[in-house]
């Protein structure tokens, strides 16, 4: 357990969480809405610092991230709660969980481990939302740069201004989810807001984090085409070569309905490539994952069954096109 740095004294009893926001106001003795902080006698405090529920060796293009070091291992750190309430969630045990099974590390022994596995490239935050430990996601940070290591963000993008400004500085890639381009469906699915999730998008690029953009499509809640091309052209004014997964659903928690056709998934891939350079699909068995020169459209990134990079200097080996993927 922490103090959190994010939080105001509003009164004797109550305090205010400025995390995310919710901007919770948290009476003496309760849980923000994340059920991870708690007041204590007037003092606001992170109550899963260090606790883990789920660590793992993963592949970097499992968080998914298909433009950062490709082929690389990444160590994959969860811990519990979150921010959100979406009933589609596949790890709803953790991130709607309160901690009913974890294990204590604290940041130095977690960075210690992420430096004796080889090949591995840092730490990714991730499994729950990563925002909802923040505290301890922030010194495990810290650490990590000091190891000359890589920090990698898998997030929902549901964080106040400032602290994900001050979080930028020790973060080198990031995915982020559009859950939909619809503030209603953020309202009524994920209790959240859709324009916090895009500022977050905007200010890691704006602080040159790699980022990455993960989008779920569920049949029947967020498959309405002119919010899907929306969001695309939002993504193409920042930068059309920010690369975008669309996910396939499958049913998990409160949603029982039938997963997305996989047919609609590659016409709404087709869609996006229209506006944007790189676009993958995930989810789904038996898809191509590699990466081709939007310009030439030679085969630069081998994904599957070996890994076969042609790149040089950052440019396609076959015309010269410039290539945003960091090796």
């Keep these: 357990m922490?103090?959190?740095?994010?939080?105001?004294?509003?009164?004797?009893?109550?305090?205010?969480?400025?995390?995310?926001?919710?901007?919770?106001?948290?009476?003496?003795g309760n849980k923000g809405f994340c059920k991870t902080v708690q007041n204590i006698e007037g003092k606001l405090f992170s109550i899963n610092y260090g606790q883990v529920t789920a660590i793992?060796?993963?592949?970097?293009?499992?968080?998914?991230?298909?433009?950062?070091?490709?082929?690389?291992?990444?160590?994959?750190v969860g811990s519990f709660g979150c921010n959100f309430r979406c009933g589609f969630c596949q790890n709803h045990n953790i991130s709607m969980g309160d901690g009913y099974d974890v294990s204590l590390i604290y940041p130095k022994r977690l960075v210690e481990k992420a430096k004796a596995l080889r090949p591995n490239i840092g730490i990714a935050y991730t499994y729950n939302e990563p925002t909802v430990f923040y505290e301890f996601m922030k010194d495990i940070a810290i650490e990590i740069k000091k190891n000359n290591l890589d920090n990698i963000l898998v997030s929902n993008g549901y964080i106040n201004e400032k602290p994900i400004q001050e979080l930028s500085r020790y973060l080198d890639a990031a995915n982020i989810d559009i859950k939909?381009?619809?503030?209603?469906?953020?309202?009524?699915?994920t209790r959240g807001e859709l324009k916090q999730v895009l500022n977050t998008i905007e200010i890691l690029?704006?602080?040159?984090?790699?980022?990455?953009?993960?989008?779920?499509?569920?049949?029947?809640?967020?498959?309405?085409?002119?919010?899907?091309?929306?969001?695309?052209?939002?993504?193409a004014e920042i930068d059309d070569k920010i690369p975008l997964h669309i996910s396939r659903y499958y049913p998990a928690y409160?949603?029982?309905?039938?997963?997305?056709?996989?047919?609609?998934?590659?016409?709404?891939?087709?869609?996006?490539?229209?506006?944007?350079?790189?676009?993958?699909?995930?989810?789904?068995?038996?898809?191509?994952?590699?990466?081709?020169?939007?310009?030439c459209h030679h085969l630069i990134v081998r994904r599957e069954p070996y890994l076969e990079i042609k790149i040089i200097d950052g440019k396609c080996s076959n015309c010269g096109e410039y290539i945003p993927i960091v090796l």
């Design 254 to 295: 409160k949603f029982t309905s039938h997963a997305t056709e996989v047919g609609l998934i590659k016409h709404y891939c087709d869609v996006a490539k229209d506006i944007l350079k790189y676009v993958y699909i995930g989810n789904v068995a038996y898809v191509d994952r590699n990466t081709y020169c939007p310009n």
């Design 56 to 76: 793992h060796l993963d592949p970097i293009e499992k968080k998914p991230l298909y433009h950062y070091k490709p082929g690389s291992l990444v160590l994959s």
């Design 180 to 189: 939909s381009f619809d503030n209603k469906f953020y309202e009524k699915i």
């Design 205 to 235: 690029y704006e602080n040159k984090v790699h980022v990455e953009i993960t989008h779920l499509l569920i049949q029947g809640f967020n498959d309405n085409i002119k919010d899907f091309k929306r969001m695309l052209k939002w993504i």
């Design 2 to 28: 922490k103090e959190v740095s994010y939080f105001n004294n509003t009164d004797s009893d109550t305090v205010q969480c400025t995390l995310c926001p919710h901007n919770c106001m948290i009476k003496k």
